[in-house]
């Protein structure tokens, strides 16, 4: 049996299931057509009915309403930051990549960063725009894929940033303690590393939310865990930071054999910014989500707004970051001042 949904004059789908048809709401129609799984073949509507069910279409239509505006506020937004992310988080790769002097553990850390921020800006926010234009539009199909393209890439993306900023606290606290455990080689193994494991871990979840249509399972679980692992080791590593920072302070006033504090302050710091810019986008977007789920209102559109609203701010960290080295590091500063100047010279060189 199949169930086809056809959008007519007024907005509301018309459901056919066999031969009976029946006039729904949007929402209401998602959600027959989500209990009527039993009944249906595996076909090529299996996709939407499995993966897309806690995804919900309001097929706003109405221009003046606070719900259509603020969709196409962040399809708009989200289609003009994209470019700029991936510009800015290009110019600081090219940077770290050409100058050998950065080719250390913590500047080819902040090139990984750098290339999660890239992808952010390649991969989900213009699908996340494709999304909120579907759900302008009605479109169905188009809503369903772009919604699960920009989850899966978008929480594993999120999930490498965490990953990236917990080994750079680690790296900082050994660097500062004179143990060098992490070099440029073992970095590289450990971001490729995290790299495929969130891979085949998304990979996992989403088989298991084909098969099962459970979207919360013991991988969510598992996922959560490593973050609260990952943010307690971040914390600890600064705590012994400053504890070093601190005591060799001490030092310097005593007239003892010590490092340059300053210059490791600096370091810290810019990371610590980076954090916080991190945790300022990310809380307000991951509250939402807590807050409405477990309210039982995720299926509103008060709910969808908020939730999509701090979505846009979450992206636009990753276009914050670069300008964030940009500031703090006089190395990369320099560098992108420079790769500025030859891209114009050459420019004016073709014109003349």
Same mark, same amino acid.
């Given at each position: 049996?199949?169930?086809?949904?056809?959008?007519?004059?007024?907005?509301?789908?018309?459901?056919? $299931?066999?031969k009976e048809k029946l006039h729904c709401p949007a929402a209401f129609a998602l959600e027959r057509f989500g209990s009527s799984k039993q009944a249906m073949s595996y076909s090529s509507s299996r996709l939407p009915d499995s993966w897309c069910s806690f995804l919900i279409i309001f097929n706003a239509s109405e221009s003046t309403s606070l719900y259509y505006r603020v969709t196409l506020t962040n399809c708009v937004f989200s289609s003009l930051l994209a470019p700029m992310t991936v510009v800015a988080n290009g110019l600081i790769l090219s940077t770290i990549c050409k100058n050998?002097?950065?080719?250390?553990?913590?500047? *080819?850390?902040?090139?990984?960063?750098?290339?999660?921020?890239f992808c952010t800006g390649l991969l989900t926010q213009p699908f996340f725009a494709v999304h909120q234009w579907a759900d302008l539009t009605g479109n169905i199909e188009m809503f369903c894929i772009s919604g699960v393209i920009t989850q899966s890439v978008g929480y594993s993306l999120s999930s490498l940033t965490v990953i990236v900023m917990t080994i750079m606290a680690v790296e900082r606290w050994l660097?500062?303690?004179?143990?060098?455990?992490?070099? *440029?080689?073992? $970095? $590289?193994?450990?971001?490729i590393t995290s790299a495929v494991l969130l891979i085949v871990f998304n990979a996992c979840h989403m088989y298991n939310w084909y098969h099962t249509n459970e979207y919360f399972s013991a991988l969510i679980v598992i996922f959560f865990l490593g973050t609260v692992l990952c943010f307690f080791i971040t914390g600890f590593s600064y705590f012994k930071v400053f504890r070093i920072i601190r005591h060799h302070q001490s030092q310097i006033q005593t007239n003892q054999n010590a490092i340059d504090i300053d210059k490791y302050k600096k370091s810290v710091f810019t990371i610590i910014y980076i954090l916080a810019i991190f945790l300022l986008t990310y809380v307000p977007f991951v509250c939402n989500l807590a807050v409405f789920s477990i309210m039982g209102f995720i299926s509103t559109k008060l709910a969808r707004v908020s939730v999509n609203a701090c979505a846009v701010v979450v992206f636009s960290s990753s276009f914050v970051n670069p300008l964030l080295y940009y500031w703090r590091i006089k190395e990369i500063r320099d560098s992108v001042k420079r790769i500025l100047r030859n891209v114009c010279c050459k420019e004016s060189e073709n014109e003349s």
């Open positions: 049996m199949r169930v086809r949904i056809n959008t007519v004059r007024n907005n509301d789908p018309k459901v056919t $299931v066999g050998s002097s950065l080719r250390t553990p913590s500047y *080819v850390l902040l090139a990984g960063l750098a290339l999660t921020d660097h500062m303690s004179r143990r060098s455990l992490l070099t *440029v080689r073992r $970095v $590289v193994i450990l971001y």
